[in-house]
């Protein structure tokens, strides 16, 4: 499905008509087991996907599905918890939909996080990367067919999609607090299947430090959009070949909570910067 103008005006009534007058200015769109920092929203207002016209359910492990609207570090934000992917079913436009949503609704910032496997043999597991940059080739755009000008132009520039001066305060937030913060480039594979190992040695040689299935889409249309984007992985597991053992949903949710403190941490840091 094609999405107009009406659908993203639509589903941003419905939800503005919830929010008795508040405006979002941050969105956080939470990767998996990493939905916690919704819970932590204080005055919260939740908002199901399921309750905003042309939205999609999100069916991932550890994904909750709503939208929770509030403050968090005295900024207004609009929490995801729960994203789309591709390999549930939904084509990239529909994966992207809520940020279009929620930058009609006043967002201009989106701080984006994820759960993913670590590519680099000389890290490790439960380490925090701050993205510089994604891979993202053989797959199509999420803003592929007719360009909606309200958002952004036909050919948007995509040098500096996570934003340099976000990524400078992250740095910042993370010596502040002590955390060892990673850096590195995002590769993009939209599963649902773990990669090979034979893909993990091609995504090493390509410039790839973490690979996962989520990220570059909401990011392609943030950067459409004139949203500033500031982008965390959890390296949860080592890729395909690295360790001679399978992958597993489980290992990523267990990484996930025993790295709970730091990340909430950082993003609430990073928050109070902004």
Known sequence: MTHTMEHYHQSAGAIRSRLGGFTPKIALILGSGLGFLGDEVENPIAVDYKDIPHFKTSTAPGHKGRLVFGTLEGQNVAVMQGRMHHYEGYSYEEVAYAVRVLRLLGCDTLIVTNAAGCVRTDWQAGDLMLITDHIKMFSESPLRGENLPEFGPRFPDASHLYTPRLRQLAHEAAG??????????????????????????????LGGDAVGMSTAPEVIVAGHCGMEVLGFTLLSNMAAGILDQPLSEQEVLDAAEAAREKFSGLIRACLRKL
């Not at 995002?186 to 040689?205: L, N, S, V, W």
């Open 176 to 205: 502040e607090l002590g955390i060892p913060l990673r850096e590195g480039v995002y590769f993009y594979c939209y599963g649902p299947q773990y990669e090979t190992p034979a893909e993990i040695r091609a995504a090493r040689i």
